[in-house]
């Protein structure tokens, strides 16, 4: 398979024409202007982009496929995608081929399906195209003298991390006793730290108005008081929170999709207060302790639905947040997180000062099973998290339990590991997963479950951030102490990616799967 059709013998002699010279290679006298072709297959050898080469890349079920290009005006750019077929001993079968209009590509991530016609503009099959556009980011106080996406001290293990800060406040199945203090709020973040909490873990989601908050919910449940009438009872509207502007989210009396615990609501204390902007979690919170952002997006399920329907333009909601946090994080530790694995890639590449963590649910008795096949288990996720570039996996504690050996798979690719879920509510649990090896373990009610301590941040000095900046010195060695591994990222895609005439770069990915005969 093969992206864009430039190896094809043509009877045009014009230097510039894309038949004629072949982008993918790095030959002399190629067009220095093409836009490049990368391909790279998630799998247990490969998963690293190479330049795409003459007849492309075989394709072999059931890996996972995907193509990349940097282009310039992406509403200028076409894509031609040529099919060939292996043959013994000779060069592959030219037998089928196929177009993507600028047209298709409206959103920042979606499908499209297209006929595969063959060499005599017959019809052969169709292609399911997954695509993400990537843009860089405008305006944004993005300093990149020090960057934290590929760092993480040695002595960074087993660290305690708070669940939506002082824990779920709402009831479930699986959750035997919930946090006292709201959750996703500046108390529940602050009384997590204030027990000596390492990182505290939330969920950030868009209002109307395009203010980054604090909710795990992607819906609210607004009572609504009937008329008075015989047996009358109290009724809810399940309402998006991004359809509510901030001023309305903050002035709802608002319930969990399941019921709530008993909550401390000192509601003359704006730190009990649901829904807290970003901003004042960042400037608000003890900055020694860690801040893990999920960064919360709709996921299609495998039956085909999406958690939340009709959601925010995905560039406009990444940039967004990034830059929140570019602005008020100042020191603090920052690690991004999500289950959705383009965003992972977003976040890559839009930004190098932050790392990022794949969260994965891996295979689960306790959840819906996600449609994408990059969140199904965790072996596909430790590739994906190799393939991304990224700091490592958040991953989940059921598919540990049942397999342990996957925690030294993935520290054993160099990856940083955290996990999540309710069995890490367990004294005994946390006490195991330390002992894994797991660099921070996820869970509610930190206070009942360790002994009051001081973060591992407290005593920091910041002096890691002036080892990474000395990084900067090409005489500087890879390693600058036994206990802190210093790496420069270099290959981050920010808001200062330009071209020589100063266009912006915009990163086009495709995946892929074939039906035909």
Known sequence: ?????????????????????????????????????????????????VVQQQFGRAYREPEILIFQTQVLLLETVAYMIDFYMEVKDDVP???????????????????????ISSMRQEPIGQITIEYVVIRPLKDCPCDLSVSY????????????????????SQKHNTLKKCATVRENTI????RATDHGADFVEFDVQLSKDLVPVLFHDFHVNIGLNQKAKQGGALTTLRIPVKDLTLKQLHELKISHETDECPIEEPYESDLHEPFPMLQLALENVSTHVGFNVEIKWTMQLKD?????????????FIDIVLDAVLKYAGKRRIVFSCFHPDICVMLRLKQNKYPVLFLTQGATSKYPTYNDPRTQNTPVAINFALFAGIL?????????LRDPSLVKTALSHGLITFCWGDDNNNVDTIKYLKKLGLNGIIYDRIEDHIEQKESVFLSDDGSDLLQIAACLSPNSPPYLSEDSLCTLDTDGFNHQDTNANGNEVNVISFGFGVIGR
């Open 149 to 168: 996406s590929k760092h993480w001290k040695h002595g960074w293990t087993g660290l305690d991390i708070g669940h939506r800060g002082s824990g779920t």
């Open 304 to 316: 085909g639905s999406y958690e939340l329907n009709n959601p925010f333009e995905l560039n406009l």
């Open 93 to 115: 079968q030219h037998i089928g081929f196929c177009h993507v209009l600028p047209g298709n590509i409206r959103d920042s991530i979606g499908t499209i399906v297209q006929p």
């Open 392 to 400: 490592g996996l958040n991953m989940h504690t059921e598919d540990i």
């Open 187 to 190: 108390a529940s973040l602050q």
């Open 1 to 49: 398979m093969n992206l864009a059709r430039q190896n094809s013998i043509s009877e045009f002699t014009d230097p510039n024409s894309m038949d004629v010279h072949d982008s993918s290679s790095a030959q002399e006298g190629s067009n220095p202007h093409w836009p490049i072709i990368e391909v790279a297959a998630i799998n247990d050898t490969e998963h690293q982009f």
